[in-house]
């Protein structure tokens, strides 16, 4: 969200999975300024893609492009599915949504190990010391 040329991000409690100990606690709504935390954000990037870092990252960035399952994970650890319901209907109103924009694009193909290894030397030997 955009407010007076500033960058805001937003966290809803009802974005939060239903049953889960942070909903208890977390205010109905939090807006962080971008400008307070993008300097930490760069640091934390950056971090991930330090030498010590790199294989662990790499190989999360590679397990990431599996299906999600997060609602599943939530029922398994005892959430009430109907708890879930407006949830799931936003989220495949997002994927109708997302479905119609991408008809007629080229389907993407996975990233293996060597393409991101390369994509990190690639940012690497661009980013200015």
Same mark, same amino acid.
């Given at each position: 969200?955009?407010?007076?040329?500033?960058?805001?991000?937003?966290?809803?409690?009802?974005?939060?999975? @239903?049953?889960?100990?942070?909903?208890?606690?977390? @205010?109905?709504?939090?807006?962080? !300024?971008?400008?307070?935390?993008?300097?930490?954000?760069?640091?934390?990037?950056?971090?991930?893609?330090?030498?010590?870092?790199?294989? !662990?990252?790499?190989?999360?960035?590679?397990?990431?492009?599996?299906?999600?399952? !997060?609602?599943?994970?939530?029922?398994?650890?005892?959430?009430?599915?109907?708890?879930?319901?407006?949830?799931?209907?936003?989220?495949?109103?997002?994927?109708?949504?997302?479905?119609?924009?991408?008809?007629?694009?080229?389907? @993407?193909?996975?990233?293996?190990?060597?393409?991101?290894?390369?994509?990190?030397?690639?940012?690497?030997?661009?980013? @200015?010391?």
């Amino acid at each position: 969200m955009i407010r007076k040329e500033e960058v805001y991000y937003r966290c809803m409690a009802r974005t939060l999975a @239903p049953g889960s100990a942070a909903l208890a606690e977390h @205010p109905r709504t939090v807006n962080l !300024r971008e400008f307070d935390i993008l300097e930490l954000a760069n640091q934390w990037l950056g971090n991930l893609f330090k030498q010590e870092n790199v294989d !662990r990252t790499v190989a999360a960035l590679v397990a990431s492009q599996g299906p999600e399952r !997060r609602l599943q994970a939530a029922i398994e650890a005892g959430v009430d599915p109907a708890a879930l319901v407006e949830a799931i209907n936003e989220a495949q109103a997002q994927r109708a949504a997302a479905r119609a924009e991408l008809d007629g694009a080229a389907p @993407p193909t996975a990233v293996g190990e060597a393409e991101v290894y390369a994509m990190v030397d690639a940012w690497e030997t661009s980013v @200015p010391r």
